[in-house]
């Protein structure tokens, strides 16, 4: 059995001894090779997809929420909060109930897809539907933090980086040296910086002869990085990446730009496209927010982006059940016939 993250990577991570461990068995989540995919991007190019959907809670965040709940813990905190587009909250809420904590979630108000919701109620967070947008729950949280014994749990911890980071740990592990490029999905942005930061770490350790090129993508509607400033009123069918107003702004754009990479905004439509291709091609059901950076690069290749051989790895965030309702309307609907054999071998092309 694959080690818990903290004790995998413990030499890394800022914890003792007498720090209690609040694990899911988290991490360890598997790069798969997606050469279907690399050949529509370029003849240069392998990929590999960081699939963080594995995580206990189906996302990346439970790399960052194992270490920044053990911390609360050690801290002798007894709630956690945190502003949420989905995942953060599914997360938080499942790491404090393990823990034996109250968990406090702002959510903006039919903004979170449904398996995210599902998640965090089932796992007993007191929820609080916000008439407003991601940006202003935000901005209570870290206002009520001020005045409330509460620990706050989203990327704003730094403790949740320091989890974040991992996976890059893990992929250089798995490839044995970092990747050319490593493309990624940003919304608030910590986890571009997260990983930017683990490629750092275990380069300046020797663990990696060199530094990926950090290429983030964003979804046109929401894409306060690749415009400059912020949105009041982000908008894009990629929920979990529906942040006008990144806490992490301008760490993503030093990431940026000490790696020697970029940060695009694609279309709402190219990331849905880029789902289901890496769905139906590859196996792997992806939320949309994920398919941002698959999307990505298939742009960057049509515009012949990778002269050069190249290894490209790809973090996927989070599970396509996270989202159902929308992979449902872009999937072909199933066909009804009667409970007759003849019916079903005719729908299903066979003859006599």
């Known amino acids: 059995m694959p080690q818990p993250l903290i004790e995998r990577f413990r030499p890394y991570l800022p914890v003792s001894e007498s720090t209690p461990i609040v694990s899911l068995q988290e991490g360890s989540t598997p790069l798969i090779e997606v050469p279907k995919i690399a050949g529509r991007i370029s003849p240069n190019v ?68 449904a398996g995210k919701l599902a998640q965090t109620l089932m796992h007993g967070a007191e929820v609080i539907a916000l008439e407003g947008n991601f940006d202003q729950a935000m901005s209570i949280v870290l206002d009520l933090a001020e005045s409330y014994p509460i620990t706050v749990v989203n ?5 949740r980086t320091e989890g974040q980071k991992t996976a890059a740990f893990e992929i250089i592990e798995e490839l044995g ?32 002869t060199k530094l990926p090129k950090m290429v983030g993508f964003q979804a046109e509607g929401s894409a306060p990085l690749v415009l400059g400033h912020p949105i009041e009123n982000p908008e894009t069918v990629a929920t979990a990446i529906r942040i006008g107003n990144p806490v992490s702004f301008d760490e993503a754009i030093a990431a940026r730009d000490e790696s020697g990479g970029l940060i695009r905004a694609v279309s709402d ?29 298939l742009v960057l290749g049509q515009d012949g982006f990778f002269s050069e051989p190249a290894t490209i790895t790809v973090t996927c965030t989070g599970h396509g059940l996270k989202d159902p309702d929308i992979a449902i ?22 003859s006599g």
């Not at 940003?186 to 300046?204: D, L, P, Q, T």
């Not at 190219?270 to 990505?296: D, H, M, N, R, W």
């Open 269 to 297: 439509d190219q990331i849905l496209a880029a789902q289901f291709l890496l769905a139906t091609k590859e196996g792997i059901f992806v939320e949309p927010a994920s398919a941002a950076p698959i999307a990505g690069l």
């Open 177 to 208: 040296d970092a990747p050319d490029y490593h493309a990624i999905p940003v919304g608030n942005a910590r986890n571009i910086v997260s990983y930017w930061r683990g490629y750092k770490e275990f380069h300046e350790r020797g663990k990696a």
């Open 329 to 350: 309307t872009q999937a072909k609907p199933p066909i009804t016939v009667p409970a007759d054999r003849s019916a079903v071998a005719a729908a299903l092309g066979f």
């Open 46 to 113: 392998r990929v590999f997809v960081k699939f963080e959907g594995a995580n206990p809670t189906g996302s990346f965040k439970d790399r960052g929420m194992t270490v920044a709940v053990s911390k609360a813990m050690e801290e002798g905190s007894k709630a956690v909060i945190c502003a949420s587009t989905g995942n953060t909250s599914a997360s938080a809420a499942a790491y404090a109930a393990r823990a034996g904590l109250r968990c406090f979630v702002l959510l903006p108000q039919g903004k979170v897809a």
């Open 155 to 159: 990327s704003t911890n730094p403790f």
